[in-house]
């Protein structure tokens, strides 16, 4: 039997209207995804965290069974699919299953075709080759698309760091890093012989390292997907960056801004045409679907430089498939799981690039993630509920009514807040508390939080009240993030 062509967007979002076989996303939360639901049938959530009390209806959170301690997002997933409550509620309602993941291994793999089913993404072996960041500047030079100055070696000792990059022209001023990591925390600024001490355990012994010049620039993302068709770009969107009020962790991502003119026409589509080649040598490398880079602008000549490559969504993906375009045609996820489906499409990629690049298709939103910014540890005793918060004449945060839509957010007086950590739950340096979406700008124009970004992020931390640490309990990082 042949099967029919899809050849618009009208009959690529019946399609998933109609669809049958249920799509799991299994994850920490369902924040990266959220509101995908809407667009595709039996599309639910498997977490391990309940963000929303029990209170979203597509949202399955497994109660809590002993499990050795999580050290990653794939030691998560890998419990949620083995738990009992997760494999009978897959089984039951049948079909072929398809997962999806922020992050998942080869076991995640095996786990998934153990319960009949299939990941709708490139193999996990593969992903880990692409994020590597020693990785992503030979994709980038074979699309064309520049690093910031670097040279890869490894590191044996600081002299042994000049003699590189004296040999390489990189000055003295560098940032390191390392193959793998994420939100800064393999990112070491190094100025000095003191500097590199402090980092010197995680940066010698840990085979080639990239190594930058360190330039004067703004973070941006942007979201992307190889298909068959072409790559389909998403929209430049600003980065939150190494904020103290809202992360520990020096350049460690903290959030992103979207909105028409947080860069130059000429700076947008610059980074657009850069995507779509990084996209189309994807494809070339065997790798298709959702991808993210970010790329550094030189505040002195508006370059633009690739900064990293993160095959899979990230922490932006709800920003982009939130965006007006994604529901004036479709959020890009939707073609992520198309390319996936094995159903034929005939899209015009070019026509629809171009259409997303028009202003007019991008409407204005931030969103910050708010972690545990003190060195100290203690057990929450009360959090704030996931919903609608408001923001009254006199600065001060309150709970206004429960959702799980952040387009509920009527005016920039309100935020929706996903809640991460919970009563119980341990705070502890870098830990997440939880994710605020507000319309509107959180950064100023000089790239600063504004005034009123930090009374909501006063705001959501005094919802939460904690007790110390019985002196004799310790405490161990559990030493993954959700994003």
């Known amino acids: 039997m042949v099967k029919k062509t899809l050849k618009n967007i009208s009959e690529i979002r019946r399609y998933f209207h109609t669809n049958k076989d249920p799509i799991y996303f299994v994850s920490a939360t369902n924040f990266n995804l959220l509101g995908l639901d809407e667009w595709v049938k039996n599309f639910k959530y498997i977490c391990y965290m309940d963000c929303f009390d029990g209170r979203h209806p ?42 999806v993941f922020l992050m998942f291994d080869e076991k995640t793999e095996k786990l998934a075709k153990d319960l009949g089913g299939e990941v709708w993404f490139p193999k996990a072996k593969l992903r ?22 670097n040279t890869l070696s490894e590191v044996k000792d600081y002299a042994h760091l000049q003699e590189i990059c004296k040999k390489a022209g990189l000055g003295d001023d560098l940032v390191l890093q390392s193959a793998f990591g994420d939100s800064g925390h393999t990112t070491f600024f190094i100025k000095s012989e003191a500097d590199f001490r402090k980092y ?10 990239k190594i930058m010049k360190r330039i004067d620039c703004r973070g941006s993302a942007i979201e ?14 600003t980065e939150l960056v190494g904020f103290k009020e809202l992360t520990p962790y020096r350049g460690g991502w903290c959030g992103n801004e979207i909105f028409s003119t947080a860069f130059s026409p000429k ?11 990084f996209g189309e040598q994807l494809r070339k490398e065997g790798y298709r679907g959702y991808f993210e880079l ?17 095959p899979r969504i990230t922490g932006a993906s709800s920003m982009t498939n939130h965006a007006a375009f994604a529901h004036a045609d479709a959020p890009l996820f939707l073609f992520h799981l198309l ?70 957010v009527e005016t920039e007086d309100e935020a929706f807040f996903l809640r991460i950590s919970n009563v ?50 310790t405490f161990e990082d559990p030493a993954f993030k959700i994003m």
């Open 339 to 408: 390319e996936f489906s094995k159903k034929p499409f005939d899209l015009d990629v070019d026509e629809l690039n171009a259409r997303w690049s028009d202003p007019d298709m991008i409407d204005s939103w931030s969103q910050m993630v708010i972690k545990h910014t003190e060195d100290s540890v203690d057990i929450i005793t009360e959090a704030p509920q996931s919903g609608i918060y408001r923001m009254t004449p006199e600065g001060k945060v309150v709970f206004n009514r429960f959702d799980y839509h952040r387009r509920a």
């Open 224 to 237: 992307a997907c190889a298909t068959s068709q072409g790559t389909i770009v998403g929209p430049l969107m």
């Open 58 to 99: 597509n949202v399955l959170c497994p109660s809590e069974m002993p499990h050795d301690e999580f050290q990653s997002i794939e030691d998560i997933n890998n419990y949620l699919l083995q738990h009992k409550e997760v494999v009978d509620y897959v089984k039951a309602r049948g079909g072929k299953p398809k997962f």
């Open 267 to 277: 700076q947008r589509q610059k980074a657009r045409e850069l995507t779509f080649q």
């Open 294 to 310: 970010d790329f550094l602008i030189d505040k002195k000549n508006d370059d633009i430089w690739l900064g990293e490559l993160n």
């Open 128 to 149: 880990t080759a692409m994020d590597n960041k020693i990785e992503t500047v030979r994709v980038g030079n074979k699309a064309d698309v520049p690093s910031v100055p």
């Open 200 to 209: 010197e355990h995680e940066i010698v012994g840990e085979g080639e390292i």
């Open 424 to 473: 119980g739950d341990y705070r502890y340096e870098g830990a997440d508390l939880g994710i605020l979406v507000t319309r509107g700008r959180s950064m100023t124009p000089s790239f600063q939080l504004t005034d009123k970004s930090k009374r909501w992020i006063d705001g959501i931390k005094a919802c939460y009240k904690a007790r110390q640490l019985p002196s004799a309990q």
